[in-house]
């Protein structure tokens, strides 16, 4: 079983930075595919970006040149570093684990087997 806590989330105002952290606990291994999502009431949950078995770092367009993902693997962390943020990537951020086939995409929500509870990124104008 894994189990997998985030933190970092905040309210900032536009322009600002935060990094959220993903642990994770339980068996994963260093090449498991991870990745952030992103999800407003509402609306469908998105992926932002994501880690995939070769790992290989992907990006939704909205982010690309903004944030930037990275995993420690000898702690089993995974990093989303959030700059210029804006209102729009206001929502509550999750993170997910081990892809349900090798090679998956790991932005893709029905890809993603674990998931965190989320934790809360409110950006202000």
């Known amino acids: 079983q894994v189990r997998l806590v985030e933190s970092g989330g905040g309210s900032v105002q536009a322009g600002g930075s935060l990094r959220l952290s993903c642990a994770a606990s339980?068996?994963?291994?260093?090449?498991?595919?991870m990745g952030w999502f992103r999800q407003v009431q509402g609306k469908e949950r998105e992926g932002v970006a994501g880690?995939?078995?070769?790992?290989?770092?992907i990006y939704a367009d909205s982010v690309k040149g903004r944030f930037t993902i990275s995993k420690d693997n000898a702690d089993n962390t995974m990093y989303l570093e959030m700059n210029t943020l804006k209102p729009e990537d206001t929502g509550t951020y999750y993170c997910a684990a081990v892809c349900m086939r090798y090679g998956m995409s790991p932005i893709e929500k029905s890809h993603l087997r674990y998931w965190g509870q989320g934790t809360q990124v409110t950006v202000s104008s």
């Open positions: 880690i995939d078995n070769y790992r290989r770092k």
């Open positions: 339980g068996s994963i291994g260093s090449a498991a595919c």
